[in-house]
């Protein structure tokens, strides 16, 4: 590896691994998984070699919407354990050279955070103005015509105060002011809080939200009817109730606390029709987030070429542009294995999907059981926990199909995660899966996911270069990433049929991984691409 590549900072180019607290693993049998299992888990995730953890929420919190609704943003719930076990989960990432990244909820608390009980007793108190409160129209009516996410209007009357309050989510989950100074840096010291006891940076949440007009101005429609959407939220362009130009300057205040406490990783989480201009406003320059990632793929029905060169070709690495992030599947999203491919293809698909996210310019998140290639799991109607799931239901997958417990050992109860009933039940299809049936397999999608993460770590030109798309036949994806005179061909028919390739640089190129794994020796390319495969090729270094 050169010296520049030595260099640059550990996030850049970094695989991070989503850990969704409830569902990792559970050492107390109460069927949630804790901090106490994520503990226990870590030789796992140490195993695959990605270089970070990303935590989804387990500060104190409610669980109306499964800890994104912060009641404490710095105490741990109960139900996940102690600060001490943190602490403790922090060591032994450390002891495993692993970094570790937690989820921090700018946008809005729970109704139960003792900030909104205040605010809500009277309109003069200290916190009065800590949250969006606005009285009625005269009629009685919302102030404005603003819709939720999780549907409804995005008002809520409370006595109290005679007033509204607002919330772009649940109506437990009022929406914070963030155009007071004083929320900002109450948020900054619980961040703060946090650097403290050693984390290495945050995953902001919804942080598009963060900010409303203070006009509070209708929103436009979209033009969308309802036949086309499966709720009103759609219905509008939120450019009023989110997305406001001030919220970069915000973010400039959390560079500021992140730089004092070294090398750390920050990485917003954007949604909406404007996606990609706010991930480079949130990440322009050296003042503002080190990345950010939207729901490209973690939304698409579908997998094309055009769709990824779509997305991969708005970041050029153009002056002042900031770092990409890319996921596939996450705890908002139905797994993409199913999205994307067919049953009979789960395996070869899945393997094949990691190829392509670790090709890709920018950081790869990696979602719990996606080195397993997970499919969605199935969740019944009467098991359904999600408020998004069951007010959309049947129309949408809803999340809780991508929240199903890991599975650990396929003969044990629960497959493993728990000796009591878990939170969400334990699908079949997944417990076929788990690592005690993968891990003496060297085919497996696990240990393909180790060879695909430790080929990619020789080679400079995945992790930090430019990437340039090359023609290809229909259904087949292919550019080269280019970095300091070191070149790799990634190939990917995404097709339902056979389709030959020819490499620009022809016989230069040998394989070094396909969507099977690692290759070793002097392989050479395979004349014809069937579907669901790709490799990785360069130039030897006995030929460069």
Known sequence: MSDEARNQPWWKGAV????????????????????????????????????AVWLSPFFTSPMKDYGYDVAD???????????ADFDRLMEKAQGLGLKVIIDQVYSHTSDQHAWFEESRQDRTNPKADWYVWAYPKPDGAPPNNWQAVFGGPSWEWDARRQQYYMHNFLVSQPDLNLHNEAVQDALLAAARFWLERGVDGFRLDAINFAMHDRALTDNPPSGLSMDRVTR???????TNSMSQPEIPLFLERVRDVLDQYGETFSVAEVVGADAIGEMKAFTE??????????????????????????SLSQWNGAAGEGWPSWAFSNHDAPRAVTRWAAAETRKQSADLLVL???????NAFLYQGEELGLPQGHVPFEHLKDPEAIANWPRTLGRDGARTPF???????????????PWLPVDPAQAALAVDVQEPDPVSSLNVVRSLVARRKTLPALRFGQMRFLEAPDGVLAF???????????????????????????GQLQLVATEAGAVDG?????????PWTGYWASVPADRA
């Open 16 to 51: 991070i691994y989503q850990v969704y607290p409830r569902s990792f693993r559970d050492t107390n049998g109460d069927g949630i998984g804790d901090l106490n299992g994520i503990i226990e888990g870590l030789d796992h995730i140490a195993s695959l070699g990605v270089d």
């Open 73 to 83: 943003y710095c105490g741990v719930d109960p139900m996940f354990g102690t600060l």
């Open 232 to 238: 009103p939220f759609d219905m509008q362009f939120h």
């Open 285 to 310: 320059g050296d003042v503002r987030l080190h990345s950010a990632y939207n729901f490209d793929f973690l939304y698409a029905k579908s997998l094309s070429p055009r769709r990824v060169e779509r």
């Open 356 to 362: 392509l996210l670790l090709s890709l310019r920018g």
């Open 407 to 421: 599975p650990w050992q396929a003969k044990a109860p629960h497959a493993g995660f728990s000796t009591g009933e």
């Open 480 to 506: 080269k990433r280019i970095h300091e005179g070191e070149e790799v061909l990634c190939v990917f028919n995404l097709g339902g049929r056979s389709q030959r390739f020819d490499p620009p640089d022809g």
């Open 522 to 530: 002097d392989a050479a390319l395979p004349e014809a691409l069937e």
